[in-house]
């Protein structure tokens, strides 16, 4: 008979698959209180939510989702996932940074975006990317390029005729 709370994990673990758009499996063994303390107000501070959670309830939270054979893959041994919201090079960013900041023994599995499986040297990947509003700035900025050239062409000649009226006005 399941017990209260592990019915609530569930759920839990349920709601936070639903609403992420990217879960990134770490395995934590090596990491002290304090450093898992560090770890979760680290990625807090980034919009991120970290939980360590038990297997067998983790593949039961995943079989009421549309994730389940993928995530199932992400869950063995100790796993801790980081979920991210919004932007997924968040996670991996953030995971990256703390990892090298601290220099700590976390290690990053696999994870599950847009329903696919990711493995570590493509997380690792996903972090190098720069976010997405930076590569949204850098798409506008190259559409916009192209029109910035018209018009400087265009305003030419009537940038240069006053030129030498001003030169003109100058001498006279």
Known sequence: MPIDKKIKMVQA??????????????????LSGTSMAELRGFLRSRGLKYKVVKNTLAHRAAAGTTRAEIFGQLVDGPTGIVFGYGDPTIAAKGLEEFIRTFRSPLIVRNAVMDGNLLMPREVSALASLPTKD???ASLLGQIQAPIYGLVNVLSAPLRGLITVLQRRVEQG
């Open 13 to 30: 673990i349920q709601e936070e698959l639903n609403a992420c758009s990217v879960a990134v499996a770490t395995d934590f063994r090596g």
């Open 134 to 136: 930076v590569l949204l």
